[in-house]
């Protein structure tokens, strides 16, 4: 029997994301209402709640709730920020963030999960995201400054087009290590100064393009 995926979402978000930390009420209520299992091929929609990536195809995975409700707790937004992704993946991360931005700009470096994430974004109605396939290490140059830039795939090391493309009070939050684990950063100016802060240890794939891992 097909399980109630309102609950199992209302239950996510108690027992996931309220129980570790997470606070802010603007990224809760949007995790109660962005429905992750619309991301998900049909067969896993019962598991569309559980405490996991799950795959997308690809080799490439829609990340943990907790995870995405952590990089949107850390971006800080309050309804009037310019976002730029790098990483479209499923769209899941995509949607909270148009829920907390004024505006998103996503780019996807695979064509067929780009193509998929317009599919599903414009299928739930979102209409504040403007999506690319491309390099997302190099930014989006024509259409900087962003206030937040958020990066969904791991990367060795800060990009600099990404940092060059914020607003004076910007920051850019990302996974960074070339291990297995990495650890998410906000870095941010304070004082005219670039400033690290680390938010635990995670797992996401390797960002691809220029400024990732070569193979």
């Known amino acids: 029997m097909a399980i109630d995926l309102e609950n199992a979402r209302a239950r996510m978000v108690a027992e996931q994301l309220e129980r570790r930390g997470i606070k802010d009420p603007r990224v809760l209520a949007a995790m109660r209402t962005v429905a992750r299992h619309r991301f998900l091929p049909a067969e896993l929609h019962d598991h569309a709640y559980d405490d996991g990536p799950l795959p997308i195809g690809d080799a490439q995975t829609i990340s943990q ?31 909270v963030l148009a829920r907390l931005a004024r505006v998103v700009y996503s780019i996807e470096f695979n064509t067929h999960l780009h193509d998929r994430a317009r599919v599903i974004l414009n299928g739930l109605g979102v209409s504040n995201v403007f999506l690319r396939c491309g390099d997302g290490s190099d930014g989006w140059p024509e259409e900087a400054p962003f206030d937040v830039v958020m990066v969904t795939a791991a990367m060795p090391g800060i990009a600099l087009p990404l940092l060059n493309q914020l607003t004076p009070q910007g920051r850019l939050i990302a996974p960074i290590g070339e ?6 950063v906000r870095i941010s100016r304070k004082t005219g100064h670039w400033n690290e802060e680390y938010f635990g240890e995670c797992r996401f794939v390797k960002m691809t393009g220029k400024h990732g891992f070569q193979d």
């Open 179 to 184: 291990d297995e684990l990495q650890t998410l």
């Open 65 to 95: 709730p907790y995870m995405v409700a952590l990089m949107s707790e850390v971006a800080e937004l309050t309804g009037a920020e310019k976002v730029l992704e790098v990483g479209t993946g499923s769209g899941y991360q995509t949607a």
